[in-house]
């Protein structure tokens, strides 16, 4: 109920400040709300190119708004906080007169706010592919009040389309959004556009070998465990790092990829020079270039590392548990495209046999990055364009 409450206030004092934000004329503008900034910053720069660039603007969550305030610089950045009550009515004021609003999250002001005619609102989702429910799907969601649900709907319409890199995603937001088939843009997925460049993808691997030097003339498996609810003050890491270190020190290095939030739980400092500790770091796409094997359970991480064709081991020492809580779209072990792990001794095992079905990686990856071909960002810069043109010419009345 108090939950409830402190949402219906925040949204009705968002609703209010946007109501008068909206006295102000639309500008050829693009607003950029941002929970992940890898797929904004990657459409950003390709804006760069043009001739002609809208005017961006930047309204970020705490969670990277100094990463991005860091990569943009001189561009409007603004934190999307209550706690900063000028960056707050600035945020709202860059969604209220931009001709585009990007978003790539869930975000409950959209339910209160009425968009001018012309604008367009483009959900850039934060994965390529899902392993877990969310959305109208989430098995959570008979939980919450009718208010929440109605809220949640009103969010999902607010879309007037819906970037994929697949068909399979595609039937996924159908379903989790409850949009219709029309909704979506078939330009791929931005930040995947990395795995295609060959100069950036140069740079970066020098840049991770120059912070971590450890990694160097190692083979590197990358273990990145999904967050779980309730982590936060107590954090169990169940990959037994001693097993590990014995069997793999002398080729490989280990790094760990935890949520930012248990890292303080989490004690990775045992093994200098094997486990590296990279939750830190924080584009995990870059960390793939360097990975020879991953390790995960439920992230979206290996929709992606499967452009790449490398091994990866499934991990899911909770699976009736999460499966119980969150569900997932399909058969967990139909769906994952490699072998399923329950101990530390089998991972250990399916590393050093190192048989891997690659063909089942492949089919993986053409099933889910259909469109993400390396000219992601292009394609979606693109459609922003070619729709403003329409858009003038038929204001015109031509």
């Known amino acids: 109920m108090a939950r409830e409450f402190f949402i219906f206030v925040y949204l009705l004092l968002f609703h209010v400040i946007f109501a008068f934000c909206s006295i102000f004329p639309v500008k050829r503008k693009i607003t950029f709300v ?16 043009q001739s002609k660039p809208f005017q961006v603007t930047f309204v970020c969550t705490p969670s990277c708004y100094q990463q991005v305030a860091k990569e943009v610089k001189q561009k409007k950045v603004f934190l999307f906080d209550l706690k900063k009550p000028w960056h707050f009515i600035s945020s709202i004021y860059h969604i209220a007169t931009s001709q585009y609003v990007i978003v790539d999250n869930y975000y409950g002001f959209l339910s209160t706010v ?7 609102c483009i959900q850039l989702w934060h994965a390529a592919g899902a392993i877990k429910t969310f959305g109208l799907s989430d098995k959570s ?19 007037d389309h819906v970037v994929i890199g697949s068909e399979k995603m595609k039937h996924i937001f159908m379903e989790a959004f409850g949009l219709s088939s029309e909704k979506f843009l078939l330009t791929g997925i931005p930040r995947t556009d990395l795995f295609f ?7 970066v691997v020098k840049h991770i070998y120059r912070r ?4 160097k003339n190692k083979k590197v498996i990358l273990y990145a465990p999904t967050f779980r609810d309730g982590q936060l003050d107590k954090f169990d890491l169940k990959l037994d790092l001693s097993q590990m270190h014995k069997a793999f020190k002398d080729t490989y290095a280990l790094i760990v990829k935890l949520h930012p939030a248990v890292k303080k739980n989490a004690d990775l400092s045992r093994y200098p020079g094997f486990v590296i500790d990279c939750t830190d770091y924080d584009d995990v796409n870059e960390l793939l270039l360097i990975t020879d094997v991953l390790i995960t359970d439920y992230s979206s991480i290996p929709f992606e590392f499967s452009i790449l064709n490398r091994p990866m081991i499934f991990y899911p020492y909770d699976l009736e548990a999460y499966q119980e809580t969150r569900g997932f779209w399909e058969s967990y072990d139909q769906l994952v495209p490699g072998p399923v792990a329950y101990q530390t001794g089998e991972i250990i095992k399916l590393i050093k046999s190192g048989s891997f079905d690659y063909r089942r990686i492949e089919a993986f990856s053409k099933l889910w990055n259909t469109y993400s071909t390396g000219h992601s960002s292009r394609n979606l810069v693109q459609y922003l364009y070619h729709h403003e043109e329409n858009k003038v010419h038929y204001d015109r009345g031509d």
């Open 34 to 49: 941002v929970s992940f900034k890898q797929n904004s910053l990657f459409v950003y720069n390709e804006l760069k190119k």
């Open 114 to 120: 009425s968009f001018k005619k012309g604008v367009e």
């Open 141 to 159: 969601i008979h939980m919450r009040s009718k208010g929440a649900l109605h809220r949640f709907k009103k969010v999902y319409a607010q879309f």
């Open 197 to 203: 460049e060959k100069e950036r993808k140069e740079a």
């Open 212 to 215: 971590y030097p450890a990694l």
